[in-house]
């Protein structure tokens, strides 16, 4: 009986003593997660919690404050709220994904898609594209129909092997 | 001198007047002697343009405090080193430096070519003028590096004023890569102008697309090496001076290096469309035209401040002058193809969605998509301005989702275009190709997951460089086994002759090899660690399998600077591995100016990486930030590898001769008779 009491005693010694450092670490860890999200504000544009320029008047105040919100168990979106409202929407070091700032991250998307749609379509027209059976089906085409002759085109190709040299 | 300089910067402006405007009267004219004096003024712009540039070398050098760029980027305690980086530590003197490296070029075009291409030429050198009356305009009346310090005197009247000393360089320049990074990669912005001049010049003249290509192809890869190089240059100097563990934080005018690469890179890929089936020749011309006008508009971002950046070393009202340029520029650019497009007409068709063409097209696509991406990103901020009350800043976090997965696209294509054939590929052939290269791939991933790499897009990324790697060493080994069976010659031998018969593709190679190696280096930033603690001499700290030992604290004072160094004693386990000497530097010649001196332990395997971060103002005492950094060693690598690949695609080839030689020797002669040597040579070339 004494004996299990002594192992309760020392594993509540052992957890006093240990919760505290892991309950820090995870706030520090919290702290580094929710200040990888801002920008430090001196002008540099770095990510707050890697901004160590020498000479930075903001990156430690903000970090101070960052903590003291983490440690009285604020949200990330009060932290970013108060962040914001001190700063501005400058503080943040991507674009929020509501309002005007969709735009940033849909527009990747829409180039690759548009790009892609693009790519499909010039491959399919090019495999359409008769053989070259004669010299006026291969004659190249304007956009609006028009064929120059191959004679041209030749005359043209002539005429630069002519004034040209590798 | 001061007057001596800006005298030959107007007079070079005068002359690269006249060269555009006697170039013009030359096409319209033909008349002999127009062409060639209008060629022998572009000469002597470029002439002039040196001497202006020594001009200010020479101010910086003799310590000449009465010239206000002199006291703005210099000191007497400067050192000769970073005198010469100086130049361009401002606006004004970049600028210069701009037109300085233009100047090179077009000297080195216009003496190579001025017997050569008679036609072509007169266009060629009125473009190269216009461009160059651009940024002479800029260096004799917006930004003059020639100016001269004034004071107000007791009358209240200007009068020169002449200071004891100058204020210096800014410390993050005071570090020796940059003395080379910025000429670098202004030699990639202004190299590209070569490219975009023919391009438009042949437009103009109306040539039928191919003929530029070959003229220009060996000036866009001297471009492009330089602009490599540069960004690689400028990630280093991130990484080693501005301490903050990183090395590529997607900075504005980071971004701005890397636009012009992207396109560049898609145009040195889908040139060889354009030269091996005739297709594409519309989508090459914007690619220089773009490639170009995003070197003007980094140099834009870079000097306008129009975005904040770390690099903004200087802002200033030039932007108008830029966005003017880029907008003539633009229009002339679209005129010229639509009045000329005809011209560009692809000649030929796709036979297969599944061909060396097409992977190209894609290839295309991603760098375009990553280009404006980045753009947009980039800009976004000024976006936002205009259309919300707010800016919306867009950082490191935004570009890293953004461009990990288009990376890792660009690294597949890497592998899967050489496995394909031109026209068609065969399903039969593409199971032969791809088998072994996937099991590479797939072995790498495995050994990546029990080497403690566990995530999944690193993951993801080292198993397409194993399998990258082995469509490498596939092509080498298939060409080397041909050469080899034919002339007896060793494996290694046989690579080298391939290597050397066409340098062009296996240089390609080598610089595919060099991205995948800065790939592997790339997977491991997603296990970066960090730890910073306030120390006492003797105090240590554990950063993963190493500790740290603050061992003593010195300061070492120098000609320029005074170091505060701390001595950090690198362990792993009980073995002593390296004494760390990071410091902070205080300048002299500028007030407050202090930069930090990062030391690292670098392996293959991971860095360490140790920052004084400063003084704890509560205890004291100094402040270490060590990381722990694994596989960047592979980017810095990969970037030898990427020179050297290019190099050898500058090369000219072996002349086909030594093949049919070696095929007379004993061991090739049972095979090479049934060969018809001139069908064998040309199978590979491609």
Not at chain 1, 126 to 145: C, E, F, L, M
Not at chain 2, 603 to 614: K, M, N, P, S
Not at chain 2, 634 to 643: A, H, R, T, Y
Not at chain 2, 669 to 685: K, Q
């Amino acid at each position: 009986m004494i004996k299990h009491r002594n192992l309760f005693a020392l594993a509540l010694v052992v957890a006093l003593g240990v919760l505290p450092l892991v309950a820090q670490q995870q706030q520090a860890d919290r702290v580094k997660a929710i200040g990888g999200k801002f920008l430090c504000m001196c002008g540099c544009g770095q990510i707050l919690t890697q901004c160590n320029h020498v000479g930075c008047t903001m990156s430690a105040g903000m970090l101070k404050e960052l903590g003291q919100w983490v440690n009285r168990g604020d949200s990330e979106a009060t932290i970013t709220q108060a962040f914001v409202q001190e700063f501005g929407t400058t503080v943040y070091a991507e674009p929020p994904k509501s309002g005007f700032s969709l735009i940033a991250w849909a527009m990747p998307v829409v180039y690759f898609v548009v790009g892609a749609v693009l790519v499909l379509f010039v491959i399919s027209r090019w495999r359409k594209r008769p053989q070259a059976a004669g010299v006026d089906a291969a004659a190249p085409v304007t956009a609006s129909g028009v064929r120059i002759s191959q004679e041209a085109m030749e005359r043209g190709r002539a005429q630069a092997a002519r004034e040209t040299e590798d | 001198m001061d007057v001596f300089g800006s005298f030959t910067l107007l007079l070079a402006f005068a002359c690269a007047v006249y060269a555009f405007v006697g170039g013009i009267a030359a096409i319209i004219t033909r008349h002999p002697l127009l062409v060639k004096s209008t060629r022998q003024a572009g000469i002597a712009t470029c002439v002039l343009i040196f001497i202006g540039t020594f001009s200010l070398e020479y101010l910086l050098f003799s310590d000449n405090f009465s010239q206000a760029y002199v006291v703005s980027h210099s000191n007497r305690d400067l050192s000769a080193f970073y005198k010469i980086a100086a130049l361009w530590a401002g606006q004004e003197g970049s600028l210069l430096f701009w037109s300085f490296l233009l100047a090179v070029y077009v000297i080195s075009v216009l003496i190579a070519y001025r017997h050569k291409n008679g036609e072509l030429m007169p266009y060629v050198g009125v473009i190269l003028a216009g461009v160059q009356i651009f940024f002479l305009t800029l260096n004799n009346f917006v930004e003059s590096p020639f100016k001269i310090l004034t004071a107000v005197n007791a009358g209240g009247v200007l009068e020169p004023f002449v200071r004891q000393d100058g204020n210096g360089l800014t410390g993050l320049l005071q570090y020796p890569e940059m003395v080379i990074h910025p000429p670098n990669l202004y030699a990639g912005y202004t190299g590209f102008t070569i490219p975009f001049a023919f391009a438009l010049a042949a437009l103009l003249a109306r040539y039928p697309g191919e003929k530029w290509i070959h003229l220009t192809r060996k000036w866009t890869m001297i471009a492009w090496c330089f602009q490599s190089i540069g960004i690689l240059l400028g990630a280093h100097w991130a990484y080693a001076v501005l301490g903050w563990g990183g090395y590529w934080g997607w900075d504005p005018v980071e971004n701005a290096s890397l636009l012009p690469w992207l396109t560049g890179t898609a145009f040195l890929h889908s040139v060889m469309m354009q030269e091996k089936r005739g297709m594409m020749k519309v989508w090459n011309v914007w690619l220089v035209f773009c490639t170009f006008l995003l070197c003007i508009l980094g140099t834009f971002l870079t000097r306008s401040g129009v975005v904040s950046s770390v690099h903004a070393f200087a802002n200033s009202q030039i932007g108008p002058w830029f966005v003017s340029f880029m907008l003539l520029t633009l229009v002339v650019c679209f005129v010229a193809y639509v009045k000329n497009h005809d011209y560009l007409r692809s000649e030929n068709q796709l036979d297969s969605l599944i061909s060396r063409e097409s992977s190209f097209l894609f290839n295309n696509l991603l760098f375009l998509v990553a280009c404006i991406a980045v753009l947009s990103g980039t800009l976004f901020p000024v976006f936002t301005e205009w259309f919300t009350p707010s800016r919306i800043s867009v950082g490191a976090p935004f570009f890293n989702k953004i461009m990990v997965p288009i990376g890792l696209a660009i690294l597949f294509l890497t592998g899967v275009g050489p496995l394909l054939a031109w026209r068609k590929t065969s399903t039969d052939s593409l199971k032969r190709n791809f088998t072994w290269p996937v099991v590479v791939g797939a072995l790498s991933a495995v050994l990546a997951y029990f080497l403690e790499y566990r995530n999944a897009i690193s993951l993801v990324c080292l198993f397409l460089c194993g399998f990258v790697f082995w469509t490498i060493v596939m092509e080498f080994y298939r060409g080397a086994k041909v050469i080899s069976a034919r002339s007896g010659m060793s494996m290694m031998m046989a690579a080298h002759e391939l290597s050397m018969r066409n340098t062009r593709r296996y240089g390609g190679y080598v610089v595919h090899f060099g991205m995948m190696l800065i790939f592997i280096g790339l997977a491991g930033a997603a296990f970066n660690t960090d730890v910073q603690k306030t120390m006492n001499i003797g105090e240590s700290m554990k950063l993963g399998p190493y500790t740290l030992v603050l061992q003593s604290a010195d300061t070492k004072p120098e000609k320029n600077y005074t170091a505060e160094r701390m001595i950090v004693e690198v362990m792993k386990g009980n073995k002593q591995l390296m004494l760390l000497y990071p410091e902070k530097r205080a300048f002299a010649g500028r007030d407050q100016q202090s930069g930090t001196m990062v030391a690292i332990y670098s392996t293959l395997r991971e860095d360490v990486y140790v920052v004084f971060a400063g003084m704890d103002p509560d205890t004291n005492l100094p402040v270490i930030h060590a990381f722990l950094n694994p596989l960047v060693k592979w980017i810095w690598l990969g970037g030898v590898w990427v020179v050297m690949g290019t190099l050898l695609a500058l090369m000219p080839n072996r002349r086909a001769a030594l093949v049919i030689a070696g095929a007379t020797q004993p061991a090739a002669s049972a095979v090479a008779p049934a060969l018809n040597p001139s069908v064998t040579l040309r199978e590979r070339h491609d």
